[in-house]
């Protein structure tokens, strides 16, 4: 449940909770499930449940184990803002990760109402990133929740992306990942809303990182746009 990812934008996953269920078009997809089905199928205990939302509360301390400083994908196999994950659980994953500083957390949901209204109930250590996804312009409303997160850096996973966003309002933002979708089925994305993104992130000078051009053997399209591979992370030494 915790291990070295693939994920070009981390280097850790820890899944102190399993399971999720779809709320908007950029689920459609979901990679989580497809593998949770496949992990199920196989035996792993973890998914007995297969893609119903698990508690995995004896995972809840694993990151004291971690000796070597890492950024860490939070709950890459669901959401803990989902509403069956309680407050006092997500309590205590945020008191792992306040008293592990040495590790980076970045944490994405698309739960962003959730996550506004249970923010000021977290203690947000700097270690701790906070980010929503936003596959189009019809949640693009999850920003300005994102935004009342009292988190040192707040970012935007703009993935799967199946639509244009022409108009980011990237204020109080840090860092901006864009990728298009993967695996069967995926949805085409458009070049040119790529480049409308990174034009948008270097104008409110924003950190931008191109995650994946995607497609259902993402491998053969890579990461590379306009002859340029784009690694960007937020600037920390700007927030001190």
């Not at 994950?85 to 959730?114: A, C, G």
């Amino acid at each position: 449940m915790a291990g070295k990812s693939s994920i070009e934008w981390t280097e850790a996953t820890w899944n102190p909770v399993t399971g999720c269920n779809k709320v908007s078009q950029g689920c459609k997809h979901c990679y989580a499930e497809r593998m949770a089905k496949r992990l199920s199928a196989m035996g792993n205990p973890r998914y007995a449940n297969v893609f119903s939302v698990t508690l995995h509360h004896d995972l809840v301390d694993l990151p004291y184990k971690w000796k070597k400083p890492r950024k860490v994908f939070v709950n890459s196999m669901s959401d803990l803002f989902h509403e069956e994950v309680p407050l006092d659980f997500i309590q205590k994953v945020f008191k792992t990760m306040n008293e592990t500083p040495h590790n980076t957390y970045q944490i994405l949901t698309k739960r962003s109402k959730r996550l506004s209204e249970l923010a000021e109930f977290l203690n947000w250590t700097p270690n701790i990133w906070i980010g929503t996804s936003v596959e189009n312009e019809d949640v693009s409303y999850r920003i300005n929740d994102l935004r009342k997160v009292p988190a040192q850096i707040r970012f935007l996973s703009l993935e799967p992306l199946i639509g244009p966003l022409n108009f980011l309002d990237l204020k109080d933002i840090h860092w901006v990942i864009v990728g298009g979708e993967s695996g069967p089925g995926s949805r085409p994305m458009e070049a040119e809303w790529v480049r409308t993104i990174r034009d948008q992130c270097e104008e409110q000078r924003i950190a931008f990182f191109f995650k994946q051009w995607g497609g259902v053997q993402k491998h053969r399209f890579g990461r590379v746009l306009d002859n340029k591979t784009y690694d960007e992370y937020p600037n920390l030494s700007c927030l001190i």
